[in-house]
């Protein structure tokens, strides 16, 4: 069986420039979105992520110019997310050269945008990013609509957020990623909202359950701080692949030795 | 005349990323649907993303088919990509059944959700190369990888025609083929990082040939 798990590094960008403090020492523009996808691509990244939070109305602009530079620079496959509500919003910035878009918030509030989108474009082109926060429960019967985890001698089940994970749906994650599959969706981003940050790893209960019951490649996202959790994003959370942020950008771990232990751990990777 | 390479317009798909990569070989394209600059091209590449059906009847609207045809009977050096790769074969059973340009003779099928994991298949995998003398190939290592996203495959009736093998779950299916001046591959080169863009140059090479 060859299915090639992807490690995916995650960019930040407000106005077109990178941010979040990443320090890459050898790179004269520090902020530049097209430097750092090629110094990805070089490391052996399979895939890049935009995430895109410029809060102005200038926008749609600015990302298409992004994603124009982007696309001109970078020969691997990205996804662009945040922001993005409407066939307008993801027709400019697929017709600017990027390969798929990640729609989060506008996809709870409109879901049906999800089934346009993935209509005229394909399902291959549409992610669903899912921010996903434990709820814990002591029974059964607390949550009896929701789908359970058994957590020790506890329940949890995951509460979809939206606003950059500060507002809570009560919307269940796991229906969630079932109903937007059924919307056309082709691959889901569930980050964990508990996780995120904290480096102790994905939440693998949430990444395989969503794996599971959509049967739909996940990129597990948010938490990832050492090689191990990279490992069990694949080999407990059946993710396709595996996002990251500031462990690639501070160099905590390179993206190269990431995929050599995955391999060596019985992952097929592409080396 | 200055050297010139013609990427098809046929409103189906990824014609910039291709356009970006012959750019950085320091090669002018032209991204046309007018017959003109296609016939006198030096080289052409067919792209293509979406439903095998909607791309022949776009290429029949711009009456496309016989420029095509007509190409490859000059001489001119032609690389199908993807979608592109599928149009040159005979027939594709995509959404029923419909007739290719059938400049390869073979078939666009399916993959069998019972023999592999995920329909489409959307990832990384490496091409095992049957002829590695290709000019296509050439600088390239055997069992590097390419970037794929398709659900059909072809199947091209004669083995000569087989250039690189690709397996994807219990399936092993042609991702390049090839017949005297046409080259085709399933997985996107331009977005396939250095090997990508060495088989562009490779057919750039060729075309200057």
């Not at chain 2, 069998?112 to 000019?135: A, C, L, M, R, T």
Request: charged share 25%.
């Amino acid at each position: 069986m060859t299915d090639y798990k992807k490690i995916v590094p995650c960019l930040d960008v407000k106005n077109g420039r990178v941010v979040k403090g990443i320090q890459f020492v050898n790179l004269r523009d520090a902020g530049d979105p097209v430097k750092f996808g090629q110094y990805y691509e070089e490391e052996g990244a399979d895939e890049l992520v935009f995430l895109d939070i410029t809060a102005t109305v200038e926008k749609r602009k600015t990302v298409v110019e992004l994603v124009k530079k982007v696309a001109d620079g970078v020969s691997i496959p990205f996804a662009v997310g945040g922001g993005i509500s409407s066939l307008e919003d993801a027709q400019a910035i697929l017709g600017a050269g990027a390969d798929k878009v990640s729609l989060n918030s506008a996809a709870v509030r409109n879901p049906p945008v999800l089934e346009e989108i993935s209509k005229e474009f394909g399902s291959e082109r549409v992610i669903c990013a899912i921010d996903g926060n434990r709820v814990y429960v002591d029974s059964e019967e607390n949550a009896s609509d929701k789908t359970l985890f058994k957590i020790g001698d506890k329940y949890c089940w995951f509460d979809v957020m939206t606003h950059s994970g500060t507002k809570s749906t009560g919307m269940d994650a796991i229906q969630w990623a079932l109903k937007v599959k059924e919307l056309g969706v082709g691959e889901i981003l569930p980050t964990s909202k508990t996780y995120d940050g904290t480096k102790d790893g994905y939440d693998l209960e949430m990444t395989r359950g969503i794996a599971e019951a959509t049967k739909l490649p996940v990129t597990a996202s948010g938490g990832a701080g050492t090689l191990q959790h990279i490992l069990e994003a694949f080999t407990i959370g059946k993710a396709s692949a595996a996002l990251a942020a500031s462990i690639f950008h501070f160099r905590e771990i390179s993206i190269k030795e990431c995929k050599k232990y995955c391999a060596k751990n019985g992952i097929t990777m592409r080396l | 005349m200055v050297f010139n390479i013609a990427i098809i317009d046929y409103e189906m798909g990824n014609l910039k990323s291709i356009y970006k990569c012959l750019k950085h070989l320091n090669i002018e394209s032209i991204i046309s649907d007018d017959s003109k600059n296609i016939l006198n091209a030096d080289g052409v590449i067919l792209p293509g993303v979406g439903a095998f059906g909607d791309a022949m009847k776009h290429l029949k609207q711009k009456n496309l088919v016989p420029i095509i045809e007509q190409i490859v009977k000059n001489g001119t050096p032609l690389f199908g990509v993807c979608l592109g790769q599928q149009l040159l074969c005979s027939k594709s059973t995509e959404m029923g059944e419909h007739d290719g340009l059938d400049l390869i003779k073979g078939d666009v099928v399916k993959f069998d959700i019972s023999k592999v994991d995920k329909v489409p298949q959307i990832g990384w995998n490496s091409v095992n190369f049957i002829d590695e003398e290709h000019f296509l190939l050439q600088g390239i290592p055997n069992n590097s990888y390419f970037y794929f996203v398709h659900s059909f495959y072809v199947v091209p009736k004669n083995k000569e025609n087989v250039i690189g093998l690709t397996q994807y779950g219990d399936i092993d299916y042609s991702s390049i083929i090839s017949k005297d001046n046409i080259i085709a591959t399933q997985f996107h080169p331009e977005k396939s990082s250095k090997h990508g863009i060495k088989m562009y140059e490779n057919f750039v090479d060729f075309c200057k040939k």
